[in-house]
């Protein structure tokens, strides 16, 4: 690179000091790195083929996406369900595609199944980000949300849930409108896999998972369970948002964001930051991650080890609500004395302040694993190994011992996860050069494009089998 110009410096300085700004200002107003570091779902471990997927495809082209894959969904007219409008990550992925394909000047429209009774913040800023960039926003009920719903070119659900509208709303035109159906599945909880929810799945278009492992386990459990069989189901990998990889590649605001949120938390420079970024809850698996880094400063203090002092940090506690699961991650650190050594921060929308001022990322997500685990690659993409459990979407990121480790999930995963921290601790190269890897695997297949170019394989599929239905 060259010399940069003022102008240049200005921008990025103006850059930081926005990232800075919404690190502190909570305000939902300020949703400027909105993500989904709180989506959640075990998965089952052991996946097999499924029908058709996208999720591998490499990108050895770039030629390819020099135009925008979603091109061809130009003035087609695309009806989105979503069971809630909230800063969780099905909302907000739905919601990003919205935009995505008003990008390309397809008309959208969105209706919002669940509000809650009062007015509500999140809601109302999220329903304006959508209205400022041109997407229609309809009430979930009456005769405008059956007419679209008959005259739209495409119809996506999001979530199981989102079922409910169907019958509730379209009555006896459900028939009609299923045919163009493309239900968008990010969940695995067993309270999903329910009949009034799902019934209509086996008629719909096609199904589109986050990972595979997801995939296979809502094709067991539906046939399993409810004696239904899933439609052609298509595994679409996400990718970062190009706002997280423009701050992951700016070497400047990292650098920024890491010194200050090191000093605002009484870290110095070069200190080693082990941290969790997810909802606080026992399936996220803040406690293992706890007994893992106690017995890692314990490795450490025996075998004398030359390493940095190390840190724990989990970002995602919820001081509102002080569950009795946090109050006992609190009372471990006391009770073991390590609170020097573990910090624990608020919830977030903000991520990237978090993964430009850590060293590791931790994925300790228990039973079945998170559904994708869209942090996975995020901090990938701010060059951070990832020491994760070998369950769920994470074993579809993280290739083991070069991007990172895995563990096993449970108990018998802490000992294992302690070494790991051990190892990286004391193997400055390694871990640096992991972080890399995981870089140029991001840049391989997790990028916006790359999500895109696979679900744009998706809508085209889908929008023919409507039209060959349709028209039969
Ligand atoms: C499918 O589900 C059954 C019972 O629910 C379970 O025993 C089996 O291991 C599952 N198979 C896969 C591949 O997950
Ligand atoms: C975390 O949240 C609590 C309660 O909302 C608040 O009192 C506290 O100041 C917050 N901490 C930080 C560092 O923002
Ligand atoms: C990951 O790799 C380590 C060795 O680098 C190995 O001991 C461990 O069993 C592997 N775990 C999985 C889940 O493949």
């Given at each position: ?5 003022a ?12 990232m800075?700004l ?5 305000s ?9 570091a709180f ?6 471990t052991?996946s ?8 591998e495809?490499?990108?050895?082209n770039?030629q390819?996406y020099?135009?925008n894959?979603?091109d ?29 394909l ?5 008309e959208?429209?969105?209706i ?13 800023s ?16 009456g005769q405008?949300?059956?007419d ?9 659900l ?20 299923l ?14 896999f329910?009949?009034?929810y ?5 008629f ?17 459990r ?12 298509y595994?679409v ?5 190009k706002?997280?990889?423009e ?7 990292k ?7 090191r000093?605002?938390?009484?870290v ?14 026992r399936?996220?698996?803040?406690d ?18 030359q ?18 699961y946090?109050?006992?991650l ?8 390590i609170q020097d ?6 919830k ?8 430009a001022?850590?060293?590791v ?5 228990q039973?079945?694993g998170?559904?994708f685990?869209r ?5 990938m993409?701010?060059q951070l190994?990832?020491?994760g ?12 011992g ?19 921290i051990v ?9 640096l050069t ?13 990028l ?6 696979r ?8 929008l ?8 039969s």
């Open positions: 690179m060259g010399k940069q110009s102008w240049a410096v200005a921008i990025q300085k103006k850059r930081w000091l926005l800075i919404a690190l502190f200002s909570l939902t107003a300020m949703v400027l790195f909105m993500r989904t989506d959640s779902c075990p998965t089952n052991n097999s083929s499924i029908s058709k997927h996208f999720g495809d490499k990108d050895t770039t390819i020099a135009s894959p979603l061809f969904m130009k003035s087609k007219l695309v009806l989105m369900v979503s069971h809630e409008l909230s800063l969780s990550g099905g909302p907000l992925l739905l919601m990003e595609l919205a935009l995505l008003r990008g390309v000047g397809s959208v429209v969105w919002t199944n669940q509000k809650p009774a009062e007015p509500d913040d999140v809601v109302y999220l329903e304006h980000k959508m209205l400022d960039r041109g997407v229609q926003v309809l009430s979930a009920k405008k949300a059956i679209t719903a008959l005259k739209a070119d495409l119809v996506i999001n979530t199981a849930v989102a079922g409910k509208w169907l019958d509730v709303v379209l009555k006896e035109k459900v028939p009609h409108v045919p163009k159906v493309l239900w968008w599945i990010h969940e695995m909880r067993g309270h999903y329910k009949v009034e799902v019934k209509h799945l086996p719909v278009a096609g199904a589109m998972i986050d990972s595979h492992t997801t995939a296979e386990y809502w094709k067991n539906t046939r399993e369970r409810l004696g239904i069989k899933m439609p052609e189901t595994v990998h996400l990718g970062n948002s706002e997280l990889m701050v992951a590649e700016d070497s400047v605001a650098r920024i964001l890491r010194e200050h949120v000093e605002s938390l009484g110095r420079n070069e200190d080693l930051i082990f941290a969790i970024i997810n909802s606080v809850s399936g996220k698996g803040q293992l991650f706890l007994r893992s880094f106690y017995e890692s400063m314990q490795l450490i203090k025996d075998k004398k080890l390493v940095p002092p190390i840190h724990a940090v989990i970002v995602g506690s919820d001081m509102n609500t002080q569950t009795k946090e109050m006992e609190r009372n471990f650190v006391l009770e073991k004395k050594h573990v910090h624990f921060v608020n977030t929308l903000t991520v990237a302040p978090y993964l001022f850590i060293d990322l931790v994925q300790n997500s039973a079945r998170e559904c685990g942090i996975t690659i995020e901090a993409a701010f190994p990832v020491l459990t070998a369950a769920g979407g994470t074993m579809e990121i993280v290739v083991n070069t991007t990172g480790f895995l563990h096993p999930v449970g108990k018998e995963g802490v000992t294992p996860l302690a070494n790991n190892k990286l601790a004391t193997h400055v190269e390694r871990r992991m972080g890399k890897k995981g870089y140029e695997r991001v840049k391989e297949r997790f916006e494009h790359h999500m895109l170019h679900i744009a394989l998706v809508l085209k599929e889908v023919q089998k409507a039209k060959t239905r349709s028209s």
